[in-house]
C-alpha cells in the first residue's frame, strides 16, 4: 500500500494562493490515479480533482482557479490553488489507486486550508 503525505496547507486570504504538495512512498507511475479530495467540518468528503497519466478531472466549483499536476522525480502530486475563498476552508486530502468501485486504496492524513474573507 503506497503511503501519502501532504503539506503546503495554512492560512490565506480570500483571491490568494496556496500550493499543496503530496509524496507518495513510490513512483506515481505505479498509481493508476491519484487525487486531492476536501471536507469541511461537518460536510461530506468531496473530489477536488484527478490525474491519470492521460486525463485530468477538475470538480466544477474549482474549474478556472486549481490545477492538478504531477512531478515525477519527486513522487508528488501538486494541488495550485489561486483564487481562494471563504468556502474552500477544509481539510485537504491526498488519494490514490482508485479501486473498480471507485472508491481510493490509500489516503494521506490531511492538511488543514483555510480562507479569510
Known amino acids: 500500500q503506497v503511503q501519502l503525505v501532504e503539506s503546503g496547507g495554512g492560512l490565506a486570504q480570500a483571491g490568494g494562493s496556496l500550493r499543496l504538495s503530496c509524496a507518495a512512498s513510490?513512483?506515481?507511475?505505479?498509481?493508476?490515479?491519484m487525487a486531492w479530495f476536501r471536507q469541511a467540518p461537518g460536510k461530506q468528503r468531496e473530489l477536488v480533482a484527478s490525474?491519470?497519466?492521460?486525463?485530468?478531472t477538475y470538480a466544477d466549483f474549482v474549474k478556472g482557479r486549481f490545477t492538478i499536476s504531477r512531478d515525477s522525480a519527486k513522487n508528488t502530486v501538486i494541488l495550485q490553488m489561486n483564487s481562494l475563498k471563504p468556502e474552500d476552508t477544509a481539510v485537504y486530502y491526498c488519494?490514490?489507486?482508485?479501486?473498480?468501485?471507485?472508491?481510493?486504496?490509500?489516503w494521506g492524513q490531511g492538511t488543514q486550508v483555510t480562507v479569510s474573507s
Open positions: 488519494a490514490a489507486d482508485r479501486r473498480w468501485d471507485d472508491s481510493f486504496r490509500s
Open positions: 490525474i491519470t497519466s492521460g486525463r485530468i
Open positions: 513510490e513512483s506515481i507511475f505505479k498509481i493508476n490515479e
